[in-house]
């Protein structure tokens, strides 16, 4: 059995944060929750019209990526801003803009990535947001890279994948907690401070048995042994 590694969720200033082209909620407010220095701590990517998003929020990309079918007036927006460079690609490829986002920041050596929105919009692409996350957290683990970690955010939802980590989760982000199994089945998960406690427990993705948990006072712990884990922090 691995060692259970513990999850730092401080924001450091080798972040990124991709956004999407579907946000629910404030912009802002998402990304000061994340990271309150957020202009000077993280490097932002925004990806298709989340960049026209990001733009409209007073925010500026320091990466635009995609094919920008969903863009009106690309060209004014790469004239009329300063963001520092600009990646197109044909609307007909196989990556998703999303997985082109976090490629990238991959390759830039970002340890911790926020998917900024990305879900509650299409079903597909809330789906193939979370197969990128589990693409970004199969590249930390062959690549032994410590202290690494990928979310997923909206106004009401905040996603993290673990495998053989533990985390502490806050209620400030909601009360509300899922565990969805993303492997056929992720072994050993323990709980504290849940309502409904969990030791040793085993999820298979074939049955939806971890959904509404709730935190019980002020944070919770969640630990898991072998398999990928997605933990949903929500509010109503």
């Given at each position: 059995m691995n060692k259970i590694v513990v999850l730092d969720l401080?924001?450091?200033?080798?972040?990124?944060?991709?956004?999407?082209?579907?946000?629910?909620?404030?912009?802002q407010k998402i990304l000061e929750k994340e990271c309150m220095d957020f202009k000077q701590k993280s490097f932002i990517i925004g990806v298709d019209r989340g960049y026209e998003i990001a733009i409209k929020s007073g925010i500026l990309p320091d990466v635009a990526i995609g094919d920008f079918?969903?863009?009106?007036?690309?060209?004014?927006?790469?004239?009329?801003?300063n963001t520092k460079e600009w990646i197109t690609y044909p609307s007909e490829k196989d990556d998703t803009d999303t997985l082109l986002a976090v490629t990238y920041?991959?390759?830039?050596?970002v340890k911790d990535i926020s998917i900024i929105g990305g879900m509650g919009g299409r079903l597909d692409h809330t789906l193939a947001n979370i197969q990128a996350m589990a693409f970004v957290k199969d590249y930390f683990q062959k690549n032994q890279i410590k202290n690494s970690k990928i979310t997923m955010v909206d106004e009401k939802n905040w996603c993290i994948l673990i495998e053989n980590e533990e985390i502490i989760l806050y209620n400030e982000r909601g009360k509300y907690v899922s565990l969805i199994s993303l492997s056929d089945e992720v072994l050993n998960i323990n709980s504290e401070n849940l309502k409904w406690t969990l030791s040793g427990k085993t999820l298979k993705n074939t049955y939806p048995l971890g959904i509404s948990n709730e935190i019980i006072g002020e944070k919770a712990k969640i630990s898991v042994g072998e398999g990928k884990l997605l933990v949903i922090v929500s509010r109503d």
């Open positions: 401080r924001c450091f200033l080798d972040k990124s944060f991709i956004i999407t082209g579907y946000v629910q909620g404030d912009l079918d969903s863009i009106t007036a690309t060209k004014d927006c790469e004239k009329n801003h920041a991959l390759e830039k050596g």
